[in-house]
């Protein structure tokens, strides 16, 4: 059967028919009386693969036209993927077909919608339909102007002294801090509830690391020493006093913390202690900064989250009101440029709401991740390392487009937090179109190699180093080798951060069990080894060919790091020790990875008090910014090995803005 798209069909079907006109403007085809039957009438039903559903699709038909299209995309992201059925429906109607175009932000889905449309298409006219895809436009225009909204359509006016924009993890810390310095607040999320918080928390100087010191004097951090290791990861593309603002308050963000959530009975924080093993020292050198809390056995019955916590601390306050289903559409500026409100979106009863701020509005709306114009045009590197899995942020770069408008500044290059935690298909590589897997497994040290067997770098340091070297071999994608032995393996490397699958020295949890990761790989009908993911053999040879790399070549490489694993000494790529472990022990394992994408971290420029800024360096006054949507602090890569730098950076930047704006 030959492959078509929906127009050449619809050429096809009508040539020779004289009374038949395609409008061109909508792409509605018109049909005489005597038209040839271009359908089996009927209703026809097909699914694809979104980001974290099947996307189901059933359309009706008659002989000549399509009379009913119902869209299901409940299984998506609800305010990203889950929200476009109806809006897609209505296009595919209009279209009659599927040259319909994607929805700004939720790509994928569109994606998988439209090859589900022309399955339809193609069961009812028994000829293959095939979506016809466009080259990505990576010079798009993704800012646009600033939407005009009438009067007329503002339904609601509301007041208040300070605004929060989002209730994420800056979010929430702006609120509790500003409801509890006195400042009557405002939050408004898009979404129908709050997000609760990233839950690695990387701070300096914290009542938990002075108190370790003694039995581990090597936490102890030089507070220059970590400012110019932050520096030198971005290239120098940071502003060197934002640093030291999370540096010098970071301590008492963590402290602040502790004693508001275990007041409660329900939580502890504890230390991630580990900097890896001081007798093999990496070549990139670890900090111990990161913090999580845990529930504690009254918790864990109580079945609290950080976002129930957190919500009782403000309403205790009396301090704050909420908008959930509202989402920011502009800011507003008197003549000065001084930003005085927003306008924003009631989504869930129409019309739009203008908030009047008296004292400054704060925007903790995250990144762009999910808007896809922009990932394209600021990074299309990323977009080409990374697969889809429907775990990460949902942000699509409203507020930072949304500042943008108001005058402020965007960082001069752009960065993205990244983990070596995704996998592909045996017979597929790395691409935003790819849908992968979430593979927690994927940071651990082993040897990996490219498309054609040959190892590449040292494969341990910083997450984004992996993927970065991984960038520059073939279709962004590589494979990672390990045997029986990996369980001892990954607890002789001594990871830190949130790869670490033991307990930390200092006896802390890691985030994940090395028993419940394995058992998430290897056991049940979802596990990576039953959907064929992760490939299993009982000779390298094998396990080759079920990853479609060369036999020879892989068996070459294995034999080569075995022997470099057998003296102790990497002479290839400066590997430690402690993490060349030989691949000799049957059965072998091996499985294709590529980039988790968490979030992008660059975004509009702020000053020390977290007032967003022009180009010229003036703040706009009323605004300010925390988290993904700011920017002057990553740049290039992310230093992972300062644990939890990015949500200790959001909740310290955060709890900074909340007391400044407060007092106003």
């Given at each position: 059967m030959k492959n078509i798209s929906r127009r050449d069909f619809l050429k096809g079907a009508l040539a020779g028919t004289a009374a038949v006109a395609l409008g061109s403007a909508t792409g509605i085809?018109?049909?005489?009386?005597?038209?040839?039957?271009?359908?089996?009438?009927?209703?026809?039903?097909?699914?694809?693969?979104?980001?974290?559903?099947?996307?189901?699709?059933?359309?009706?038909?008659?002989?000549?036209?399509?009379?009913?299209?119902?869209?299901?995309?409940?299984?998506?992201?609800?305010?990203?993927?889950?929200?476009?059925?109806?809006?897609?429906?209505?296009?595919?109607?209009?279209?009659?077909?599927?040259?319909?175009?994607a929805v700004s932000g939720a790509t994928v889905t569109s994606d998988a919608v439209k090859k589900a449309v022309a399955d339809c298409i193609s069961q009812a006219s028994g000829k293959a339909v095939v979506v016809q895809e466009a080259a990505p436009a990576a010079n798009a225009d993704w800012l646009g102007q600033a939407p005009e909204i009438a009067e007329a359509d503002i339904k609601e006016e509301l007041e208040t002294e300070v605004l929060v924009v989002g209730c994420g993890t800056g979010g929430w810390i702006a609120t509790m801090t500003a409801a509890e310095e006195g400042a009557k607040v405002l939050v408004i999320e898009k979404r129908e509830a709050p997000t609760g918080i990233r839950e690695d928390i990387g701070s300096i100087d914290s009542r938990l690391q002075r108190a370790s010191f003694a039995q581990y004097p090597e936490f102890k951090i030089d507070r220059t020493e970590a400012l110019q290791e932050i520096v030198r990861y971005a290239g120098g593309y940071v502003d060197s006093d934002l640093v030291k603002v999370w540096i010098d308050n970071s301590g008492e963000l963590v402290d602040w913390l502790t004693d508001l959530m275990e007041s409660t009975g329900d939580w502890y924080m504890s230390l991630e202690g580990g900097v890896g093993d001081l007798e093999h020292p990496e070549r990139d050198k670890a900090f111990a900064t990161g913090h999580s809390p845990h529930k504690t056995q009254q918790g864990q019955e109580k079945n609290v989250s950080t976002s129930s916590t957190f919500r009782d601390f403000c309403d205790a306050t009396g301090n704050v009101d909420w908008r959930f289903q509202t989402a920011l559409v502009k800011l507003e500026q008197d003549e000065s440029g001084k930003v005085t409100g927003v306008i924003a979106r009631d989504e869930a009863n129409g019309g739009y709401v203008r908030v009047k701020v008296s004292k400054g509005v704060i925007m903790a709306t995250g990144g762009y991740a999910t808007n896809t114009d922009m990932m394209l045009a600021l990074q299309p590197q990323t977009m080409k390392m990374k697969a889809n899995v429907p775990i990460g942020s949902t942000a699509?770069?409203?507020?930072?487009?949304?500042?943008?408008?108001?005058?402020?500044?965007?960082?001069?290059?752009?960065?993205?937090?990244?983990?070596?935690?995704?996998?592909?298909?045996?017979?597929?590589?790395?691409?935003?179109?790819?849908?992968?897997?979430?593979?927690?497994?994927?940071?651990?040290?082993?040897?990996?190699?490219?498309?054609?067997?040959?190892?590449?770098?040292?494969?341990?340091?910083?997450?984004?180093?992996?993927?970065?070297?991984?960038?520059?071999?073939?279709?962004?994608?590589?494979?990672?080798?390990?045997?029986?032995?990996?369980?001892?393996?990954?607890?002789?490397?001594?990871?830190?951060?949130?790869?670490?699958?033991?307990?930390?020295?200092?006896?802390?949890?890691?985030?994940?069990?090395?028993?419940?990761?394995?058992?998430?790989?290897?056991?049940?009908?979802?596990?990576?080894?039953?959907?064929g993911y992760l490939q299993k053999a009982d000779t390298i040879e094998e396990l080759a060919g079920k990853l479609n790399i060369p036999a020879d070549e892989l068996a070459r490489t294995v034999a080569r790091y075995n022997v470099l694993c057998a003296k102790g000494v990497d002479e290839d790529y400066g590997k430690s020790a402690h993490r060349m472990t030989p691949v000799d022990t049957a059965p072998f394992y091996g499985i294709r990875t590529c980039a988790w994408h968490l979030t992008t971290l660059n975004g509009c420029r702020i000053n020390t008090d977290m007032q967003v800024i022009r180009e010229d360096g003036t703040p706009i006054e009323g605004l300010y910014a925390t988290g993904d949507c700011s920017g002057g602090f990553f740049s290039q890569t992310y230093p992972n090995l300062f644990t939890g730098l990015a949500c200790g950076r959001t909740m310290t930047f955060g709890r900074r803005a909340a007391r400044i704006v407060a007092k106003k």
């Open positions: 085809a018109a049909f005489a009386d005597d038209a040839k039957a271009l359908y089996t009438p009927g209703t026809y039903v097909a699914s694809a693969k979104g980001i974290a559903s099947d996307v189901k699709v059933t359309m009706t038909f008659s002989e000549t036209a399509i009379t009913d299209v119902k869209i299901d995309v409940s299984g998506e992201t609800p305010s990203i993927g889950g929200a476009i059925g109806e809006q897609m429906e209505q296009a595919v109607l209009a279209a009659q077909g599927v040259e319909v175009d699509d770069g409203s507020g930072i487009k949304a500042m943008l408008w108001a005058g402020a500044e965007l960082d001069p290059t752009h960065a993205s937090m990244m983990f070596n935690r995704c996998s592909v298909l045996p017979d597929e590589t790395a691409g935003y179109k790819t849908n992968g897997k979430w593979y927690w497994f994927g940071e651990q040290p082993f040897l990996k190699v490219n498309l054609k067997g040959q190892r590449f770098c040292n494969e341990s340091g910083p997450y984004e180093f992996m993927l970065h070297s991984m960038y520059m071999q073939p279709n962004h994608t590589y494979v990672d080798i390990f045997d029986a032995n990996n369980k001892q393996y990954c607890e002789q490397f001594d990871e830190v951060g949130c790869c670490r699958l033991f307990k930390f020295p200092n006896g802390a949890e890691s985030n994940m069990p090395y028993d419940y990761v394995w058992g998430q790989m290897t056991e049940g009908e979802n596990s990576h080894l039953a959907l």
